[in-house]
């Protein structure tokens, strides 16, 4: 039988079927989500072509509305092209918006190797170094201050490990908002709650060991030393993520 003569349940039958979570109210953002995974997951393949509206709608139990404008979603995140006459057509990695939060979660979801939290951890080791220099150049006391008692908030807590982790969060706020540079601030703190969601990540770890090296940051910062401040910074970062890593046998 021809496909565009079969009916709607006939037509699921034929293309992949997308895992899709439990219904919501905020159904377009779901069918997004669902979809990424798909494609972040290789179900749906690069070069090969989403189902059809009416095969989605029947697997997800949305209106053609609700696909259309997910699909568009998709499309900005350059996860698919829409082409006259050839339907929507999946893109590789390389076409990938990875800083885009949806894609990004679900890289570190379905990232079975941690290749991509290693990644994660380079670039935002990198940024966060940028964010403490320039903290260091522009420091004013009042600032200087907020970052003490941040610091002190994390050596109060060091008993603690959930309230110790959150005066971490402090800390590394209060530095991002001593930066004028607000692109390297925003795409920091994209990267550090993805980064958070993962369970991997969130390991036990030497709280001591953590909470020197803050102090290592906090002291370059107070002494206007942009080279030390920047070093200090990007060596917590990764050295926190090599104490965190689970060990993998593909490493």
Known sequence: MPLEARTGVEQATAYPTIAARART??????????????IVRGDLAPGSSLPPEAVLCEQFGVSRTVIRESVKRLE?????????????????AESWNMVDATVLS?????????????????????????????????RTPEELERLREALQLMRDTIEDESAFNAADVVFHTTVGEMSANRLAVNLVQILFDQARESARFHLHSRLDITLHEHERVFAAIEAGDADAAEQAMRSHIADAWERRRPPSPKR
């Open 76 to 92: 900005e995140k350059g996860l698919v092209t829409v082409a006259q006459g050839r339907g929507t057509q999946v893109l590789g």
């Open 106 to 138: 679900a890289l570190v979801a379905n990232d079975a190797t941690l290749g991509i939290l290693d990644d994660l951890s380079v670039v935002r080791a990198s940024l966060e170094g940028i964010v403490a220099r320039d903290a260091a150049v522009r």
């Open 25 to 38: 109210p905020r159904l377009g953002v779901t069918v997004v989500a669902d979809l990424v995974d798909a």
